[in-house]
């Protein structure tokens, strides 16, 4: 797959996926959904969300380091995007349960932190 067609494919699928999101937005009510309502609702944030920092993610560093492969970029940018995605919908996760506290965001932030290392530090070995 080319770099174009990756990016045409990514900017496709992540305005599809803000358009689902919309729709379950309108679809579900908060007040009256079940444990599959807000399922499907986390999930499609999340997915929107990938797709949209992973897309952020490769234009940053494409321009900024215009020495890496493209390939390079796209990988990074696309694991970082899971892993910013994942806090962001954690994050909105444990407020909604009213079990947010700067200790569990330090300690979520720190979680990643060492997966991110750990994935980088299996990739050079």
Known sequence: M??????????ATTAFLWGLFVFIINLINP??????????????????LAGTTAIGGFFVRF??????????????????????????????????QKLFSW??????ILILSVLEFLLISSKQK
């Open 2 to 11: 080319t770099l174009k067609n990756y990016l045409v494919f990514m900017v």
């Open 31 to 48: 007040e009256n959904t079940n444990t599959l309502g807000f399922t499907i609702f986390y999930v499609s944030l999340f997915l929107a």
């Open 63 to 96: 321009k900024l380091m215009k020495k890496e492969l493209a390939v390079r970029a796209v990988k990074t940018a696309f694991r970082q995007s899971f892993l910013f995605s994942f806090l962001l919908v954690a994050i909105l996760f444990l407020l909604s």
């Open 103 to 108: 200790f569990n965001l330090i300690l979520l």
